[in-house]
Nanobody, 117 residues
Framework: QVQLVESGGGLVQAGGSLRLSCAAS????????MGWYRQAPGKQRELVAT???????NYADSVKGRFTISRDNTKNTVYLQMNSLKSEDTAVYYC???????????WGQGTQVTVSS
């Protein structure tokens, strides 16, 4: 099994920055893709960004140019650097791990990001 623990959320003013971290443990070798998703109140969970083990990345259009996903395979950790934050970025952010056929291995517990305008 894979366990994911997120950290780094908080309250920030619009235009500010935050860095989220997600540490994986357990059956690490099964993990290919790690990603960040978010869910705002009353909305469905949506993709923010993903990164494969060989560091191929994908971003939602709404965060391109503002957010950067990266991973450190030696620390089994994925990061999400969020810059130029907007009030519409307010959500609970979840980390996700998938295997080599993109099946979901695990979700983290979520970390709240609140952007005040």
């Amino acid at each position: 099994q894979v366990q994911l623990v997120e950290s780094g959320g908080g309250l920030v003013q619009a235009g500010g920055s935050l860095r989220l971290s997600c540490a994986a443990s357990g059956t690490i070798l099964r993990i290919n893709v790690m990603g960040w998703y978010r869910q705002a109140p009353g909305k469905q969970r949506e993709l923010v960004a993903t990164i494969t083990r060989d560091e191929s990345t994908n971003y939602a259009d709404s965060v391109k140019g503002r957010f950067t996903i990266s991973r450190d395979n030696t620390k089994n950790t994925v990061y999400l650097q969020m810059n130029s934050l907007k009030s519409e970025d307010t959500a609970v952010y979840y980390c996700n791990a998938r295997d080599y056929v993109w099946s979901i291995l695990s979700w983290g517990q979520g970390t709240q990001v609140t952007v005040s305008s």
